[in-house]
T-cell receptor, first 117, second 113 residues
Framework: DSGVTQTPKHLITATGQRVTLRCSPRSGDLSVYWYQQSLDQGLQFLIH???????AKGNILERFSAQQFPDLHSELNLSSLELGDSALYFC????????????????FGPGTRLTVT | GNSVTQMEGPVTLSEEAFLTINCTYT??????LFWYVQYPGEGLQLLLKATKADDKGSNKGFEATYRKETTSFHLEKGSVQVSDSAVYFC????????????FGKGTTLSVSS
């Protein structure tokens, strides 16, 4: 158990709908990262938040957005869902933002499997 | 840019066989390197890491050495078990280029008794 929790575990929804995925980082971790795992694209970085502020964006679609709250949990919002958005969405956390000289490993949650029908 | 290339799987071995999964990387500067493992139906678990050249990461009988001269971080285990069956991902983190882990495509390992 990494200490990172994600809810829900599974989500089935229809095209055009909007969903929210939730992540709670490990105790003491200030950074939260979101990744998407799909068969064709592999594991891709979406977005990084550090202590409530957005720090980096990857291949995140405009239909997707995220935020990190004062209690450090994070939510990933996916809207106008398409079939191609079906994937496993992982949240990871780390102590720091790796913007300094120290590199901190990221610990992953169990993921949310999203199926868009 | 930064990228990771892993050997394609699946890798199929008998119990107690020697395992090598090749990983090479392209990066500017001095990245940190990681191996993550994903068991069926689960999330990614950090298996081991190395943060500078010639470092050896090790955990649960697995080890990998950060070779800057060959830009490689091959994963090895002397004697695999059925319980090692999983997907293994090599990844790099380059804080000069951002905060995201960059993953290889993953290598599926299947160990039979």
């Amino acid at each position: 158990d990494s200490g990172v929790t994600q809810t829900p575990k599974h989500l089935i929804t229809a095209t055009g709908q909007r969903v929210t995925l939730r992540c709670s980082p490990r105790s003491g971790d200030l950074s939260v990262y979101w990744y998407q795992q799909s068969l064709d694209q592999g594991l891709q970085f979406l977005i990084h938040y550090y202590n409530g502020e957005e720090r980096a964006k990857g291949n995140i679609l405009e239909r997707f957005s995220a935020q990190q709250f004062p209690d450090l949990h994070s939510e990933l919002n996916l809207s106008s869902l398409e079939l191609g958005d079906s994937a496993l969405y992982f949240c990871a956390s780390s102590v720091a933002d790796s913007g300094g000289t120290l590199i901190h490993e990221q610990y992953f949650g169990p993921g949310t499997r999203l199926t868009v029908t | 840019g930064n990228s990771v290339t892993q050997m394609e799987g699946p890798v199929t071995l008998s119990e107690e066989a020697f395992l090598t999964i090749n990983c090479t990387y392209t990066a500017t500067g001095y990245p940190s390197l990681f191996w993550y493992v994903q068991y069926p139906g689960e999330g990614l678990q950090l298996l081991l890491k190395a943060t500078k050249a010639d470092d050896k990461g090790s955990n649960k009988g697995f080890e990998a050495t950060y070779r800057k001269e060959t830009t490689s971080f091959h994963l090895e285990k002397g004697s695999v078990q059925v319980s090692d069956s999983a997907v293994y991902f090599c990844a790099l983190l380059n804080n000069q280029a951002g905060t995201a882990l960059i993953f290889g495509k993953g290598t599926t390992l299947s160990v039979s008794s």
